[in-house]
């Protein structure tokens, strides 16, 4: 079981589930509420080797429309 369905626990979860490992995710938030919550601004950095890791388990295609690059760090 993978407790968190977060920026780890779901990435890891599929990468499992596609080489065949049966997975349980568990979330205490109802996903309902999750894809409902309001966006509170907060954003991610991702290295490229992330980037790389998501595209290999196939949801960089989904993921990268929503992405831009790092312009300013203050």
Do not use: F, M
């Given at each position: ?6 920026l780890?626990g779901?990435?890891?979860a ?9 997975v349980n995710?568990v ?5 309902k509420?999750?894809l409902?919550s ?6 991610i950095?991702l ?7 998501l595209?290999?388990i ?6 990268a ?7 300013q760090?203050?």
């Amino acid at each position: 079981s993978i407790i968190g369905a977060g920026l780890i626990g779901c990435p890891l979860a599929l990468s499992l589930a596609n080489k065949g490992v049966e997975v349980n995710l568990v979330e205490k938030n109802n996903l309902k509420s999750r894809l409902n919550s309001a966006k509170d601004g907060r954003t991610i950095a991702l290295s490229y080797a992330s980037k790389d890791l998501l595209d290999e388990i196939g949801v960089w295609p989904d993921l990268a429309k929503h992405a831009g690059p790092i312009e300013q760090v203050r």
